[in-house]
């Protein structure tokens, strides 16, 4: 218990890191290569910060930003989700940024570049957990039975894709307005959690640092963003006997998984299993041909 | 109504004077086929001469420039490249497309899912037993198919681990599990050992005997020629001849398209 005490904030922010780096996964499984859900969490943290100030209890709070989040994201997605690839990504980048420079502009409403201090609501570690797991299961669903195979079917081969019926553009749609939710309800968890929103803390760092949670982890998965999540945020913790070398060593590992891992950790352990079963099964049989398995 | 109209009436799929352009280039001209039910039909010509071309446009992956296209009766030139699946048309590519990240079983499930409709309610939100009932369904079929083409030992494998040809069959497999009126293979046995190759035409022609139709892209002649009961000859984006396979491969026409002048191509 001392142990959980003393590290609170720690587990608090990684479970919230966790939404964030399953909302980038989200739309990567699908082939959509968009960063808009770090500019739906600002926009969820100001959000819930400004209503809970009007006296809004912390749940109706979250409900409304994650339902208001998805629903923007839909309608976002529809002229944005045309691009593809880097474009994709540039456009949503600028989303973004260009974000906590309206809010820094948006006076004492949104309390400038100083943000918004002294949020009258707060959430337990226990009801975020509950939450997270609330999240993960709706994105496990997401993952299984027909949904999961038309997303990768999205993801990596298109034409495919509409042979086999699969509504891309809907799809397409569909997996930014969730990621745009998850997005929207980290943002406005994280102002419950630390009773403060401000424009210094969302910026480009903030956005490489959730991207490399989905890439380290492996976006083929929720499981691998919530590895991600964990590692991203608990290197530091870990690390800090080597102080400032300790941004080399998070680098110098995004680069050995983006070099030998491209499915990140959890495909490498996926890839790892299927290896040894395959040895196990050569060892035993051959591939026969139609003929021979029909007798 | 004359012999001509009843055949058209009866038709499965009829194209009348479609062509396919890109930018200035006319892929295909003025094509107008007619497949009746349950029969098997091959569409040959020279590398560029449009087959392919011809394939994406009955499937709508490439719009049509003029023309129109007619399956049971129902005008579908406009309708969503995505919603052809759900009128009964499937089809296999030229190159093998399979997804690496599922295996063999759930591959097929991809085309079986078409016949589930892929419904997404709240049965299906919350894992309910009538949400699995259809899950286990959309299986049962993709089972089947691959029963039909003779892999059903390899569904638990990875796809990428199989040989060329076994690929090739799961990639048919999952275009019958969408349980199609209409089949378009592109080059199905493109790659394939001539064993291979006898096995997956006796499959499609099994196929036809239930009364499925097939058409059959092929660079193969002799095979095609034996298999086909209709044969559809394209030549620089023109349907230079169809009919009998045997006495079209004679016409002088189809003759020059594949080898020049004064010479026999070897389909005997």
Redesign the interface.
Known sequence: MGYFTQNEVLFQQTLVYMILAISIQVVLRSGVVSLASIGFYTLGAYAGAILSKDGWPSFAILVLVTLVSGLVGYAFGRPVARLRGLYLAMATLAFDLVIPILLSNGGSFTGGSLGLYGIPVSISTGALVLIVVVVIY?VS?IER???G??S??LR??E??A???????ARERYLSFAISAALGGLAGGLNGMLFRAVSPSGIGFGLITLVLAMAIIGGR?SWLGAIIGAYLVTWLPQWLGFIGLYQNLFFGLILVVVMLFFPDGLLGAARLGI?SLR?RQ?AGREQ?????Q??T | MTATDEAVSAALLETKGMSVTFGGVKAVVDVSLVLEPGKMYGLVGPNGSGKTTCLNAL?R?VPTSAGRLIFNGRDYTRI???????IGI??T?QSI?L?S??DVL?NV???A??V?G?K?NLD??L?RRA?RRE?AA?AKLAAEALER??????AK??PA???Y??QR?VEVA?AIA?QPQLLLLDEPTAGMRE??RT?LMEVSQSLVADGMTVLVVEHNLRMITSICEHLFVMHFGNLIASGDPHEVMRLPEVQVAYIGHGADVAVR
């Open positions: 709706v669903q039975g027909w949904m195979r038309a990768l079917a990596s081969d034409d495919l509409r042979s086999m019926g699969i509504r891309v083929e299927s395959r099964i591939i026969p041909t139609g003929k398995m029909a | 499937s992956l969503a490249n995505t919603a052809v699946a759900s499937a089809r590519f497309r997804l990240q599922l759930e499930q991809l085309g899912d078409v589930g892929r997404r299906w939100w894992g949400a899950s959309s083409v003779g892999i059903s030992a390899l494998r990875n681990t199989l040989s040809g076994m069959r999952r969408m064993d291979e096995e």
